[in-house]
T-cell receptor, first 115, second 111 residues
Framework: GAGVSQSPSNKVTEKGKDVELRCDPI?????LYWYRQSLGQGLEFLIY????????KSGLPSDRFSAERTGGSVSTLTIQRTQQEDSAVYLC?????????????FGEGSWLTVV | KQEVTQIPAALSVPEGENLVLNCSFT??????LQWFRQDPGKGLTSLLL?????REQTSGRLNASLDKSSGRSTLYIAASQPGDSATYLC??????????FGGGTRLMVKP
């Protein structure tokens, strides 16, 4: 596609439910990132994929959070048993390959509200 | 651990002014530094990417400089316009391919 695509763009869920957020990176981009941005806060790193593997999962805030990537393309971020503090915008980004000089491109984000 | 700081946190200027946004980072062993723009309710748009070996990059009215040894970057916006109003974020890339972001500068340009 032309850019990084994320879905859903908005999601309201009840506390305790599971949610899945999807990211379609730019075609051919092998590196994929998930970040979280709470209201009025900076960007918090969650996880990074190179191809289908995740060399850095250090940012996942708890074991309720997991992510996978299949076929070196689409990635899914899953939050189990959602809590109100999970409310944030979840941003996905991709870049062409694991080169040092590559620009990173962001999607529009998935806005999650846990009520 | 890399830490990125942006000053000021918020800035309001009249239209037409030239302005400078500042970004500092604690670990100078970076691969590159990228400036982004974020409009309310939107994702991030890449503005400029400076490699660690470069001193500056220019795009239109924007000029970004990098002084790696002192851990600083500036984003210069010439002849500001109301459409420049947004949050500006800088991010540095270290080993491991991770981007570390600053907290951003919220810019308002008044007509």
């Amino acid at each position: 596609g032309a850019g990084v695509s994320q879905s859903p763009s908005n999601k309201v869920t009840e506390k305790g439910k599971d949610v899945e957020l999807r990211c379609d990176p730019i075609s051919g981009h092998t590196a994929l990132y998930w970040y979280r941005q709470s209201l009025g806060q900076g960007l918090e790193f969650l996880i990074y994929f190179q191809g289908n593997s995740a060399p850095d999962k250090s940012g996942l805030p708890s074991d309720r959070f997991s992510a996978e990537r299949t076929g070196g393309s689409v990635s899914t971020l899953t939050i189990q048993r959602t809590q109100q503090e999970d409310s944030a915008v979840y941003l996905c980004a991709s870049s062409p390959r694991q080169g040092r000089g590559n620009t990173i491109y962001f999607g529009e984000g998935s806005w999650l509200t846990v009520v | 651990k890399q830490e990125v700081t942006q000053i000021p946190a918020a800035l309001s200027v009249p239209e037409g002014e030239n302005l400078v946004l500042n970004c500092s980072f604690t670990d100078s062993a970076i691969y590159n530094l990228q400036w982004f723009r974020q409009d309310p309710g939107k994702g991030l748009t890449s503005l400029l990417l400076i490699q660690s070996s470069q001193r500056e990059q220019t795009s239109g009215r924007l000029n970004a400089s990098l002084d790696k040894s002192s851990g600083r970057s500036t984003l210069y916006i010439a002849a500001s316009q109301p459409g420049d109003s947004a949050t500006y974020l800088c991010a540095v890339r270290n080993a491991g391919n991770m981007l570390t972001f600053g907290g951003g500068t919220r810019l308002m340009v008044k007509p």
